[in-house]
């Protein structure tokens, strides 16, 4: 007997698996089915760590949080954010055990400098937090999210072979939900109500759907003419491009518009070389012209009464309609419930995470809306920047503006060192991608969720790895040249 199940030990394995696991499923605990992958990807994540970096971006626009399902309340999202906690641990235990993991020049870019330092920062928030354990929470949750796809990806981008399999995989996905999507839109013959939910359960609204649309389409657009590709691939990038355009188009997302556009004119401005002073100077002057003509503007705006519609041009039109479209008008009143938090508690905030379960009583009675809630159950300050305000108090934000600001002019002065090429076209692509989400952060915020997250810390990595691979000369040297 003993003989025989040493010989047939893996038969007998899985038997005892099927047995056990069906009379637990009987018992209403049906979670040891799960087992088998979770072995797959500890043997993944030790054996073949960059493969299963693919497998999460493909995975994260199909990943499920449980919190929508309303199993036992957990926030976290399957497949995805366990498989982030795992490569995290696998991080920490390789520094740990071995010298030089990291390229000590990555770990030394200022735009690395200010990812730890929000992560310090929000750690100090923690002691005076109003809910110190939701900041606790909130903490993990940034820190998997930074150390497995920016800190990880630092190692897996030293091949750029790998930065394309990346942004491939994650479109590889989100095309699947595209599609689901766009079939559930279709049995409601595409109206603009049924657009804010048949994304669901893989996208929790048509805002974070439509921003992680916008955020890949500049390298599906890129990809049609990437140097290297063959022409199955520039075909293959073509029909991707047209599935993003018209997922976007029908996920009535006025704020992934808004952002594409500005990621367009960016790119104009990078590609024509307009002097940085002349950017300076139309901001200046576009502030002193708001700031004159602010009265007429705010009244001019009152007048647009068109509202959020089935109509294309009626729901752009209504981007600009702050005096009767709830969407917008709730928006300007999570910004003024952030302004208020901040100023009573301006130099930590409540705490990381903290806004949505703290805003309630910071609503004014004449900016509430419609749609106002005291629950908690309506999302958060929809802004990356006033969030930070109002959680994490002034060093808060100015730490996602340095982010953002440092980012922005590391990459635009990489763009000109950089030979056209293959990279070159990588690297604008994602940046215009961080591009869009920096835009769409001023109304909204998603960078809580794995869907925004693995996007914008991958493409973070490659603009510090192209930084660092195409470095400026030396001055010195430069000089001798001459």
């Known amino acids: 007997m003993v003989a025989a199940l040493r010989q047939h030990w893996i038969l007998a394995a899985c038997i005892a698996f099927v047995v056990v696991n069906g009379v637990l499923t009987a018992a209403e605990f049906p979670w040891l089915a799960l087992l088998p992958a979770a072995m797959l990807a500890a043997w993944a994540m030790v054996v073949v760590p960059e493969r299963l970096l693919h497998f999460i971006a493909f995975a994260t ?16 999202s399957l497949p995805t954010e366990p498989l982030m906690i795992g490569l995290m641990f696998l991080l920490l235990l390789r520094l740990a055990l071995q010298r030089g993991v990291l390229d000590h020049r990555f770990v030394r870019h200022p735009i690395t400098w200010v990812v730890i330092a929000q992560l310090i920062w929000m750690a100090a928030c923690i002691v005076p937090s109003s809910m110190p354990l939701i ?3 909130y903490l993990l949750a940034r820190l998997w999210f930074v150390s497995s796809i920016f800190l990880m990806g630092s190692l897996l981008f030293r091949d750029p072979e790998a930065m394309h399999r990346f942004a491939k995989s994650f479109i590889a ?14 049995l409601f013959h595409f109206e603009h109500e049924p657009a804010h939910w048949v994304m669901s359960p893989f996208f929790k609204d048509h805002t974070s759907y439509g921003a992680v649309i916008v955020f890949m389409l500049p390298f599906a657009v890129a990809a049609i003419g990437m140097p290297g590709y063959s022409r199955t691939e520039r075909g293959v990038a073509g029909l991707m491009t047209a599935i993003l355009v018209v997922g976007l188009i029908f996920s009535y997302t006025r704020a992934a518009w808004l952002s594409l556009v500005g990621a367009v004119g960016l790119f104009l401005v990078m590609r024509f070389r307009v002097p940085a002073w002349v950017l300076g100077l139309l901001l200046v002057a576009g502030a002193v012209t708001y700031y004159v003509n602010r009265d007429q503007i705010t009244i001019a705006l009152e007048r647009n009464r068109e509202e959020s519609s089935d109509d294309l041009q009626e729901h752009v039109q209504s981007i600009s309609n702050i005096s009767s479209d709830a969407s917008n008008l709730e928006r300007i009143n999570r910004w003024n419930s952030a302004m208020r938090m901040w100023q009573e508690r301006p130099l930590f905030g409540w705490g ?4 949505m379960f703290q805003y309630a009583p910071f609503q004014a009675s004449e900016d509430r809306t419609i749609i106002s809630t005291n629950f908690g ?3 958060n300050a929809h802004s990356e920047y006033l969030g930070p305000l109002a959680e994490q108090g002034v060093i808060g934000m100015l730490l996602m503006v340095a982010l ?6 590391r990459a635009m002065r990489l763009y000109h060192r950089m030979p056209p090429g293959a990279d070159r076209r990588l690297m604008v692509a ?4 961080l591009v869009t989400y920096y835009l769409h952060g001023a109304l909204n915020n998603f960078l809580d969720l794995d869907k925004a997250s693995v996007p914008f810390w991958g493409f973070t990595a490659m603009i510090v790895v192209f930084d660092i691979k195409y470095a400026a000369a030396p001055r010195d040297s430069r000089r001798a040249v001459t």
């Open 173 to 186: 996905g989100l095309v699947i939900v595209i599609g689901y999507t766009l079939y559930q839109h279709s």
């Open 61 to 76: 626009p199909l990943s499920i949080n449980l919190e929508e399902l309303d199993l036992g309340g957990l926030g976290i």
């Open 430 to 433: 994602a940046f215009l991608g």
């Open 404 to 409: 953002v600001a440092l980012t922005t002019v």
């Open 377 to 379: 159950a309506g999302g």
């Open 135 to 137: 900041s606790v929470k």
């Open 352 to 355: 990381p995470g903290t806004y």
